[in-house]
């Protein structure tokens, strides 16, 4: 092997640490103790993030080689937009989505088990299913959910801009979390009301959101499983980020309950990365690493979501793709 190969890949195997270091920078708050512009010297950081002077400055300066933080002189280290982007106060701020990543990072440890058996390595590793985990630490939760509105932070406006929802009366959003999706949708279209759909530890904080917001009483929020049922009364069912976290028969069951309840009229709104053929690195199949790993899903291809549809009692209609990963897949009943 080539000298170019050996290096390649020994940076390969040692970028494992390069995620456990952001997880961590982030869990510690250290991106927050740097304004841009204004270098900060390592001391300092260390003293305020209570961490081990020598090892911190190692790991700045490992990361700072991933354009995470740079140094300038002398033990000093200042911003880069990566690293900005950690700030608890950054527009779009990915720490909540780092820190979530830190907290459940071990089970990338179980992809040995995935490998042999298909099963999520998070199962074997936590010994449960990441929902049920999840639901069993009530801590994890405000989290989860702040997580995942980090990680999407940019995908609603682009999916707003890029999917015309006008003409819905109804819309209910299907595993919707803590409400940010709707926090965003609602205002741009007046006239819609809403029904909001989770766990039950889930919509307590989505009711208390959109009070904030303003949307309380445009919007329904309703506790419930959607491997049981599906609540009746929408035009149009929006699932963000749900179907990738299922298996395909996991995911008849819940469009099943959906296509019990969906008026004749009605759309099936489907947003999630499409998977593309070819080699080049996609953020779709990035993902997909996290879908095998935690929730034990997939992201799709088109021709995945055509038969899913079809098992379900729906037909695809189009697919919309935006500025980020995801693209809104519509489906009609049939
Ligand atoms: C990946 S998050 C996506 C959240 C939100 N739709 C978004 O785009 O940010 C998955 C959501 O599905 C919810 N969920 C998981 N299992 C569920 C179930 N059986 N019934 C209803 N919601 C469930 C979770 O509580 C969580 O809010």
């Known amino acids: 092997m080539a000298q170019k190969e050996t290096e390649d890949l020994t940076r390969i195997l040692i970028s494992a640490a390069l995620s456990r270091t952001v997880g961590i920078i982030a869990e510690l708050c250290v991106a927050d103790l740097v304004q841009a512009g204004q270098p900060q010297p390592v001391e300092h950081l260390a003293r305020a993030s209570k961490t081990h002077e020598p090892s911190l400055y190692r790991i700045l300066r490992f990361m700072a080689g991933y354009g995470i933080f740079q140094e300038t002189e002398n033990r000093h280290f200042d911003h880069t937009p990566l690293s ?86 109804v819309l209910a959003d299907i595993g919707g979390g803590n409400g940010s999706l709707f926090s965003a949708l609602l205002p741009r279209y007046p006239n819609m009301q809403g029904i909001l759909f989770d766990l039950g530890h889930v919509v307590g904080r989505a009711k208390e959101n959109l009070k904030t917001a303003g949307l309380a009483g445009r919007c329904r929020v309703i506790e419930g499983s959607f491997f049981e049922s599906v609540p009746a009364g929408a035009d149009a069912y929006l699932f963000r980020h749900i179907i990738h976290d299922w298996t395909d028969e996991q995911c008849i069951q819940i469009l099943g309950n959906c296509r019990k309840v969906i008026p004749a009229h009605g759309k099936l709104l489907i947003a999630d990365s499409v998977v593309l053929a070819g080699n080049a690195p996609s953020p779709a199949k990035d993902m997909d690493m996290v879908m095998l790993t935690f929730p034990g899903g997939q992201e799709r291809t088109e021709a995945q979501f055509r038969s899913l549809l079809k098992a379900s009692g729906f037909e695809l209609k189009s697919i919309t793709p935006t500025t980020t990963m995801i693209s809104v897949v519509e489906g009609k009943p049939v």
Not at 134 to 156: K, R, V, W
């Open 84 to 169: 900005a982007a950690l700030r608890t106060d950054a527009t779009g701020s990915l720490r909540a989505g780092a820190q979530l990543f830190h907290q459940i990072c071990a089970g990338w440890d179980g992809l040995d088990h995935t490998i042999q058996t298909g099963e999520p390595a998070f199962n074997k590793v936590f010994g449960a299913p990441i929902f049920d985990y999840i639901q069993a630490h009530p801590e994890l939760g405000p989290l989860f959910d702040a997580g995942m509105t980090s990680l999407n932070s940019y995908e609603t406006p682009t999916m707003l801009d890029a999917y015309d929802f006008s003409g819905i009366g």
